[in-house]
């Protein structure tokens, strides 16, 4: 079993629909959480991280974590065909010497 | 802005040749970078894990004596690829930890002809 599983899709969606992404992760040694898109040909960029259980937002991205059933999700409101990208979520565990875990990516098309 | 910075972005190289990519960290210091390889279509690899002032650590199945890796001073790391093949073409991406998140380099693609 994979340490953190994620739906590789491929997601398609309208443009100005919710997008939801998810993880689930069997470590309860993550501490860290993170969101990245990669567009193709491009190296990941960060979009979000968090350590603690909750929401935090920014602009139209929402990540949301659930230590107790260890899950991660980002949400992203009013999607564009410019958020056309892989999603991946990643974690750290300190055991791990910074080492980033990944899921295996959610390719995104938002058509106009 | 860019926190983490490759180059060059694209190389062609000729079979046999070496070719160098640097990672640099801009505005802080990176004890330590790590180096992928991602094939089209598919997850980033970690290759190694770049440590300031000491050897690498190369992950299970990757060539040391064909990756060179140097940290020499605590903002840039390079990866050189020796006597390259055409099955080493792929992208290059290097990333730093920066407090308790990673960020990545733009990438370099590398073409070997």
């Known amino acids: 079993q994979k340490e953190v599983e994620q739906d590789p899709g491929p997601l398609s969606v309208p443009e100005g629909a919710i997008v939801s992404l998810n993880c689930t992760y069997s470590?309860?040694?993550?501490?860290?959480f993170m969101w990245y898109r990669q567009y193709s040909r491009k190296g990941p960029e960060l979009l979000m991280y968090?350590?603690?259980?909750g929401n935090k937002e920014d602009g139209r991205f929402t990540a949301q974590v659930d230590k107790s059933s260890k899950y991660i999700s980002l949400f992203i409101r009013d999607s564009q065909p410019s958020d056309s990208a892989t999603y991946l979520c990643?974690?750290?565990?300190?055991?791990?010497?910074?080492?980033?875990?990944f899921g295996e990516g959610t390719q995104l098309t938002v058509n106009p | 802005g860019a926190v983490v910075s490759q180059h060059p972005s694209w190389v062609i190289c000729k079979s046999g040749t070496s070719v160098k990519i640097e990672c640099r960290s801009l505005?802080?210091?990176?004890?330590?970078m790590f180096w992928y390889r991602q094939f089209p279509k598919q997850s980033l690899m970690l290759m190694a894990t770049?440590?300031?002032?000491?050897?690498?650590?190369?992950e299970q199945g990757v060539e040391k004596d064909k990756f060179l890796i140097n940290h020499a001073s605590l903002t840039l790391s390079t990866l050189t690829v020796t006597s390259a093949h055409p099955e080493d073409s792929s992208f290059y991406i290097c990333?730093?930890?920066?407090?308790?998140?990673?960020?990545f380099g733009e990438g370099s693609w590398l073409t070997v002809v």
């Open positions: 990643a974690m750290i565990r300190e055991t791990s010497g910074s080492r980033l875990t």
């Open positions: 968090t350590y603690s259980s």
């Open positions: 990333s730093a930890r920066v407090r308790n998140t990673i960020y």
């Open positions: 470590n309860s040694a993550f501490q860290y």
């Open positions: 770049s440590n300031e002032g000491s050897k690498a650590t190369y």
């Open positions: 505005d802080f210091q990176a004890t330590t």
